[in-house]
Each structure stands twice: as C-alpha cells, then as structure tokens.
C-alpha cells in the first residue's frame, strides 16, 4: 500500500481520496480552503499542515484543482517537497501548454508526472467509475495505473506528456458541439410537429446517434435518466463545459487549428452562462436556446 498526498479535497477530491483510503492506501490530503478541509475531517480523512507537508512522505500525489495556474503554484511549492523518484499526478483539467510545462518542472526535479484529467463528474467519482486520459512515460504511467482503476474505471494512456489533457479538450469539445446539435434537432422536431420520443426512437438507432442523445438526451421523459429529468441539475454544469471548450479554443489558437464550430459552440456555452445559468446542466442549452430568434441564429 502507498503514501499518498491528496492536494485539492473539492467536489471531485474528496470521493476520488475517500475511494484510495477505502483500498487501504494511506492518504493525507490538504486544501487551501478552511471549509473544505472541515468536510473532508468530517469525512475521516486525515489531514496534513500544508501542501508541502501532504507530500513530504508521499510515494504518489494527487492533485484535484481548479486550473491551471493554481496547479503552476502548488506544483512549485510541492516538487522540492516530495522524495526524488516519487510519483505526481494531476487530475485536474488545465491547458496542454501548463500540463507540458508540468512534465518538465517535475523532471528537472527527478519526480515522475502524469497529467490524468477524468470523464465522469462526481457521481463517477463517488462511484469510482471514471475514466482516466493519461499523459506520461510508460514508467510513470506503470507507477500509476493501479491508482486509476481505484479512482475509476480504468486509465487510458494517451501518449507523452500532456496528451491526456489533449484527449480530454478534444473529446468535450465534440460533447459541446454534439449537445448543441442534439438541442437543434430536437427543438425543430418539436416546432415541425413531431414528438421528441419519435424522434430519439429514430436517432438512437440511425446515424444521428450520438451519447448526447442515447444517453444523456435533453429533453425530460426520453431516452434514459438524465439531468433533464430533473429541471436540468447537474451532471455537468454548462460553466465546467464553457472552462473546457476555452481550454480547446487556445489549445487550437496555439498550434493553429481551425474548430470553427468549437468556437461557436464556446461562444453559446458563454452567452449561456453570461444569462446566469452557470450551475445548469450543460444539456440545459437547450432552454438558452429555444429563447434565440431565427434571425438572430444566436
Ligand atoms: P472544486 O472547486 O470543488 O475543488 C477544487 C479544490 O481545490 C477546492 O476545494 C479549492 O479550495 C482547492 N484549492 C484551490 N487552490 C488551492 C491551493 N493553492 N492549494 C490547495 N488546494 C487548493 O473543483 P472540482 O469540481 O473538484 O474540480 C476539480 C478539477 O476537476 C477541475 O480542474 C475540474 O475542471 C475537473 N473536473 C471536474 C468535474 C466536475 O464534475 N466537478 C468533472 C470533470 C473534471
């Protein structure tokens, strides 16, 4: 069993380090935030003075953070930190461009990295089902894997360092974008007359198929469970959908990509977010947009 620094004990950490101590790894986490350390004390996990002080004994650690610059500033307090040969990953979602310089800064400082962002939101966390798109050296991603099929489902190891976090912009920028088409073919079923199950019993097994409508359909009473059975709860809320499609829009600004319609499908997750549905389900949009005029094509 491993010694292992859990840095970040938000929505995500905590289930994610609460599934680790329940197969019997050693976990001791820390969070810059008061209230979330008292919930995760609650919880039974045991906590540690400071970041460096999480990971001064730690053979792998663990961080769950919000974005790429407070990853920047914690990884340079805890690299010096943690024992040469000790392993870091972070599961947080940031830009490819931090995660590569990531990579580097823990190798200058002889610790293997993995960038490790996951599909799945809480209830996969909780549940220990996520999944895991793994950036790294076969070595550190030997060192880890064990890790991931605890945490979740399984790790897929994506390539170097940052492909993980390449895989994950580039698969939510197709969800963005096959959430809003969903939306449109379902609200345009709805204006020609056709009842939106017709509709979901066609595409569902036709080539308009697609997770935003088998699995995760938009609209409530088709389809299987999903948030739009519940007035839209997250799931997966439309602003953590607009923090990923951003994230795609300047990894393709950087490497000069075009993703004419990740930009567009940015642009409608931020007018939707800007009208003060943050903390809706990203399937939501379809409400954000059946109040768009035609003439305005939004
Ligand atoms: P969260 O805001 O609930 O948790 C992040 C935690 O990091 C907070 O408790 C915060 O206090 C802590 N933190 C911030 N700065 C810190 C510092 N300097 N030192 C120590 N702790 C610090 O966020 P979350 O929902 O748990 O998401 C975490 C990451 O997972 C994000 O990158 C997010 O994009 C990604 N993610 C989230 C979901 C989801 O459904 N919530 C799904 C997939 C991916």
Redesign the pocket.
């Known amino acids: 069993m491993a010694n292992i620094g859990f840095?970040?004990?938000?929505?995500?950490?905590v289930p994610m380090a609460l599934n680790l101590m329940g197969s019997g790894h050693d976990v001791r986490g820390?969070?810059?935030?008061p209230d979330?350390r008292d919930a995760a004390d609650q919880k039974g996990i045991a906590l540690a003075l400071g970041?460096a002080d999480a990971v001064s004994n730690a053979d792998i650690v663990v961080l769950?953070?919000?974005?790429g610059s407070?990853v920047d500033?914690?990884a340079s307090e805890v690299l010096p930190a943690m024992i040469k040969g000790a392993l870091l990953i972070d599961?947080?979602?940031?830009d490819v461009a931090t995660a590569r310089q990531l990579h580097a800064n823990a190798d200058a400082a002889g610790i293997l990295c993995l960038d490790a962002?996951?599909?799945?939101?809480?209830v996969g966390a909780e549940a220990g089902t996520l999944t895991f798109m793994v950036g790294g050296s076969e070595a550190a991603f030997a060192m880890g894997d064990p890790l991931f099929g605890i945490m979740g489902s399984r790790g897929v190891h994506c390539g170097e360092g940052g492909a993980g976090q390449a895989a994950k912009i580039c698969n939510n920028m197709l969800l963005g974008i096959s959430m809003i088409g969903a939306c449109e073919a379902f609200s345009l079923a709805s204006k020609l007359g056709l009842s939106q199950s017709a509709l979901f019993d066609v595409v569902s097994t036709s080539s308009g198929s697609c997770w935003s409508v088998n699995t995760y359909c938009p609209v409530p009473d088709v389809g299987p469970q999903s948030p739009a059975d519940n007035d839209y709860q997250?799931g997966?809320?439309a602003s953590?959908m607009l923090?990923?499609l951003d994230l795609s829009q300047q990894a393709a600004d950087d490497v000069g990509a075009p993703t004419p319609l990740g930009r567009h499908a940015t642009d409608l997750y931020k007018a939707m977010v800007d009208a003060g549905h943050a903390g809706t389900d990203f399937s939501g949009i379809i409400k954000y947009l059946e109040t768009q005029t035609r003439k305005g094509q939004a």
Do not use: E, H, Q
């Not at 962002?117 to 809480?122: D, E, K, L, Y």
């Open positions: 840095i970040g004990l938000g929505n995500m950490g820390y969070d810059v935030s979330a970041n769950m953070l919000p974005n407070i500033t914690v599961c947080s979602t940031i962002p996951v599909s799945g939101g809480v997250p997966f809320a953590l923090k990923d």
